[in-house]
């Protein structure tokens, strides 16, 4: 304390990153509004260790954890560690085996490939 200035308590800020995450269903379609979405602070960047702390709150075992990306939010899943910045993360749960699932490794692959096959057909002009 300073003499003459008044005690302010505040709260730290978190450490990590903010994790927002939804349920989607069997299809893949996810019904919940962003504010409603659970979330918490992840200090780490292991996708191992994340999937098993949402599993574990979602109360489901075999999960794929994938993220939104790109313009058309298309999911990606999430197989390497986190990045090293602590920006916020937009999270989408599959049920391993579901339909959901199934599509999101779907459109994946059929990114990489057609990003290979335009490669490959440009470079060989």
Known sequence: MIAGLPDLEFDPPPLGRRIRYALANDEGDVHQ???DRPNFF???RSVFDLRTLVGHD??????TLCVLAGK???PIPLVTDL???QDPMEIVVYTN??????SAAFSVVCGALLSASCHFSTSDV
């Open 72 to 74: 058309n939010a298309r």
């Open 58 to 63: 979602c109360k489901i075992v075999g999960i």
């Open 83 to 85: 990045p090293v910045n």
């Open 97 to 102: 085996g579901s339909r959901g699932e199934n």
């Open 33 to 35: 509004e962003l504010t």
């Open 42 to 44: 992840y200090e780490g």
